[in-house]
C-alpha cells in the first residue's frame, strides 16, 4: 500500500468516515471507496450511512443528493468542480418554465439535475429504476420527464407512453456512433453491445443489451463467457474485468478517434490526492440551500421507497 493510501485510511476511521464512488471513477479512486455503485446505489448507501462524513466521489448532483438526505452530515466531494454536462442542460429557471406551463403533468426527473430542479419534482428516477417508475403511474398518466432525452425517448419507446421531454443530454454518451459501434462489431463479430439508456436511440437499437451502469456490470456477471463491446463511459471497466478477469470488454470508441471523449472529464477531476486532501480538511464541502432542500428531499425519498418496494 502507498503512502497516499495509508493516509486516506487512516484519516477515514479518525474522522469516521465513508467514501461512496461511482463506476465512472478513476479505478484507483474507486478501489479506496468503502461502496462503488451507480446513482441509485450511491443514494442509498447516503441514505443509511452512520458515518459522521461522506466523501462522495462522484460529481456534483451525487453530493448534493447525499447532502439532501443527510442534512446533519457533512458531505464532501473530492473537486467541486465535478458538474455534469446533462444537468447543466436543464437550468432550473427554464425548467420552473417548462413545468408552469404544463399544469396536471406530474414531473419525473433524472438524478442528474440540481437540488433546484428536484425541489421542482414530484419523483426522482435514476437509469436503474427509470423505467419501473414510470410504469408505475397509469398509462395515460401527464407525465413531463428531464432532462435526458435519449432516456426519455427510450422510456417512451419501450412503454409506449408519451411522456413529454425535456431536451438536454450527456456530453459523454451522446457521441457514440452507430458507425464506430458497426466498425468494432466487424472486428469482434461475436461481441455483444452493453448500452446506457444516456445513448442515442440509434446506438440503443442496436444494443444488446440496453441497462444503467449496475444493469451492464451484472448482466456481464451473469454471462461471462461473451466478449462485450461497453457503450457508456470507461471507468466501469474497471469493475467489469474486477469481476469477470477472463471476460474481454472492449470499450466503445469515441466519434472522434482523437480524444478521450468516452471518458466524463468531470468524473475523472477527483484524485487520490484531491480525496486526501479534502478529508484531511474537510473540504470543499456540499451546501444546499435548506428551503431547496426541504423540497428536493420528497422525491428522492419516494424514488427510495418505490426502488425498497420494487427490490431494486
Ligand atoms: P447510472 O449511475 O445510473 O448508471 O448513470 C450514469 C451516469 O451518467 C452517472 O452520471
Ligand atoms: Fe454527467 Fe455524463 Fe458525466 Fe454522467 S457521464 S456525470 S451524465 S456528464
Redesign the pocket.
Known amino acids: 500500500m502507498t503512502d497516499i493510501r495509508e493516509e486516506i485510511e487512516k484519516l477515514k476511521r479518525e474522522k469516521n468516515a465513508v467514501i461512496l464512488g461511482?463506476?465512472?471513477q478513476r479505478g484507483e479512486v474507486q478501489d479506496l471507496a468503502d461502496f462503488v455503485g451507480?446513482?441509485?446505489a450511491l443514494a442509498q448507501w447516503a441514505a443509511r450511512t452512520e458515518a459522521d462524513i461522506i466523501v462522495m466521489c462522484g460529481?456534483h448532483f451525487m453530493g448534493e443528493t447525499a447532502k439532501v438526505l443527510c442534512p446533519q452530515k457533512k458531505v464532501l466531494v473530492p473537486d467541486l468542480a465535478a458538474g455534469?454536462s446533462l444537468a447543466d442542460s436543464c437550468p432550473a429557471d427554464a425548467f420552473e418554465r417548462f413545468v408552469r406551463e404544463h399544469p396536471g403533468y406530474t414531473v419525473i426527473s433524472y438524478v442528474?439535475t440540481t437540488a433546484a430542479v428536484k425541489a421542482l419534482t414530484d419523483v426522482v428516477v435514476?437509469?436503474?429504476n427509470a423505467r419501473q417508475i414510470v410504469e408505475s403511474f397509469p398509462q395515460d398518466e401527464k407525465i413531463i420527464f428531464g432532462p435526458d432525452r435519449n432516456l426519455g425517448n427510450y422510456i417512451n419507446a419501450v412503454t409506449g407512453r408519451q411522456m413529454l421531454v425535456w431536451d438536454g443530454a450527456?456530453h459523454v454518451h451522446e457521441q457514440f456512433s452507430v458507425e464506430k459501434i458497426v466498425e468494432t462489431k466487424r472486428l469482434h463479430p461475436d461481441a455483444l453491445v452493453l448500452a446506457?439508456p444516456?445513448c442515442k436511440g440509434s446506438v440503443l437499437k442496436l444494443a444488446d443489451v440496453v441497462g444503467?451502469?449496475?444493469a451492464l456490470l451484472k448482466y456481464a456477471v451473469r454471462h461471462p463467457e461473451h466478449t462485450y463491446i461497453v457503450a457508456t463511459?470507461a471507468g466501469i471497466l474497471h469493475e467489469m474485468r474486477k469481476q469477470c478477469p477472463q471476460t474481454t470488454f472492449i470499450p466503445a470508441p469515441p466519434s472522434d478517434s482523437t480524444c478521450a471523449c468516452n471518458e466524463c472529464s468531470y468524473m475523472r477531476l477527483n484524485t487520490l490526492e484531491k480525496l486526501r486532501d479534502c478529508l484531511r480538511d474537510e473540504s470543499p464541502e456540499i451546501t444546499v440551500d435548506p428551503a431547496i432542500a426541504a423540497r428536493a428531499v420528497r422525491p428522492i425519498e419516494r424514488m427510495l421507497e418505490i426502488s425498497a418496494r420494487l427490490g431494486l
Open positions: 461511482h463506476y465512472y451507480d446513482s441509485l460529481v455534469c442528474n435514476t437509469s436503474t450527456c446506457h444516456e444503467s451502469t449496475a463511459e
